[in-house]
DNA sequence: ACTTGACTTCAAGCGTGCTTGAACCCTGAG
DNA sequence: CTCAGGGTTCAAGCACGCTTGAAGTCAAGT
């Protein structure tokens, strides 16, 4: 089974197909083949949409992921692509190393016996890392 | 200057101040003494403000910030903010690793010379990496 | 006294990312 | 044949995280 209907997709990818097909709507999604109007897609768009939640959870928006997808399969558009991701590499390093340090206080915070995050010892003043 | 006016804390964390007035209403910050009618904040707010801001990039939604700061200030309720830190750990992790890979993704992709991010070598289907 | 500018509250509005509902169509099983 | 279980479109609605607007207060400067 190389094609998958909307609901097999949804079920695959843990979505709802509603959402599937906004995700075409807005040209996150290339226009499905329909066979008797219904959406038939190949199972390569599970990676596709793998690839959007991943770059959503990164901080991208939709409207972002769509140029870094160049999901209107505007080959022509190449250095558009090349220009987001470079302005966007240094963004990604930023979030990462805010999300170590976010993750490391937490987990210290647990080890430390604090009330609470806020009043832990690690988030005091002096131990300020400039975040 | 220990305290600040709602525009000076505003200014000092990049933000509106109907965002502070929001963040107020929701309870993420507790309510702010008034003088003459006016919110005054202790400039260790400018410090919760910015974990606020992290915890946010790292996902978290603003009520269970409000949750692992504890801003109702109900100290009672310690086992609340550990069981969600432990909860949340994993998922930082989680998050963590992800972005990495994107991130190692984009910037590889950028050298290798692909049109775009999804026809990149890197993301073809033999290079799955179960994301 | 008057103006300016920063503040107040409250309600309504907005952008993003979907979901839901209504009304309809198709296919396959019993 | 029929009817259940998908699917379709389109419009409206919703939750989150704020912003904007209206109407008013207050303090300082000229």
Redesign the pocket.
Known sequence: MREL????L?RQVG?????L???ES?GLLPQ?A?V????VYPVSTVRRIALIRMA?RAGF???EIRQLLSADGDHGATGQWRTLAERKLPELDRSIEQLRVLRDAVAECLLCGCMNFESCRLLAPGADQDV
Chains 1, 2 share one sequence.
Do not use: W
């Open positions: 209907a909307i609901g097999d949804a979505m709802r197909a509603s959402a097909r906004y995700y807005v499905a329909r008797a109007g219904r959406r959503q928006t939709l409207a």
